[in-house]
């Protein structure tokens, strides 16, 4: 059981190139999340597809977007990659559940340099 | 909004040592309350959960209650191991089912 699936696990970019970074999940989940980890910053939300057909903004979307292409998969994409955004992204995904109460499960992360 | 803080560290214990780690959050509604851990180089781990105010969630050792009236969920365990070192991150999931982290607490224990 894969659980939640990240790829790549590490990219370099130069500024201004664009590049999309994948996460798909089997456990049948319907909500979906992409965070971004820095030194001292703990996780910052980017966005969050609560069920399929729907994406909101969490505390740091500027300069993201995402898709979320099928209950399986969310994608997050950098249109035009800034130093700035060098840091560790996690794809993470869990249940609805009635009241929210279902833990989410994470994928090992990307690390992504931005020179 | 939603938010949670907790303990600035890093924290470093000798080994059977007691720990505590102060969570406390801001969240309109009923939340569900979460510890992950974060061992080096991987992803987050779910450590224990609590979804009702005087809920009690144990893991491995690990304690954390749900107060309502004071808004906490702090993390305790009564006698740390070298391998508890880690990160930290207390949780709330909300009405919205967004879930939102605190900054995490880096936990040190020497042998």
């Known amino acids: 059981n894969a659980g939640v699936t990240q790829t790549p696990k590490f990219q370099v970019l130069k500024t201004g190139q664009s590049m999309t970074l994948q996460c798909a999940q089997d456990?049948?989940?319907?909500?979906m999340y992409w965070y971004r980890q820095d030194p001292g910053m703990g996780l910052r939300l980017i966005y969050y597809s609560a069920s399929e057909g729907t994406t909101d903004k969490g505390e740091v979307p500027n300069g993201y977007n995402v898709s979320r292409l099928n209950k399986r998969e969310f994608s997050l994409r950098l249109e035009s990659a800034a130093p700035s955004q060098t840091s560790v992204y996690f794809c993470a995904s869990s249940e609805l559940g009635g009241r929210g109460n279902t833990e989410a499960f994470f994928g090992q992360g990307t690390r992504l340099t931005v020179v | 909004g939603d938010s949670v803080t907790q303990m600035e560290g890093p924290v470093t214990l000798s080994e059977e040592a007691f720990l505590t780690i102060n969570c406390t959050y801001t969240a309109t509604g009923y939340p569900s309350l979460f510890w992950y851990v974060q061992y080096p180089g991987e992803g987050l781990q779910l450590l224990l959960k609590?979804?009702?105010?005087?809920d009690k969630g144990s893991n491995k050792g690990f304690e954390a209650t749900y107060r309502k009236e004071t808004t906490s969920f702090h993390l305790e365990k009564g006698s740390v191991q070298v391998s508890d070192s880690a990160v930290y991150f207390c949780a709330l999931r909300g009405s919205n089912y967004k879930l939102t982290f605190g900054k995490g607490t880096l936990l040190t224990v020497n042998p």
């Open positions: 456990m049948n989940h319907n909500s």
């Open positions: 609590a979804t009702k105010a005087d």
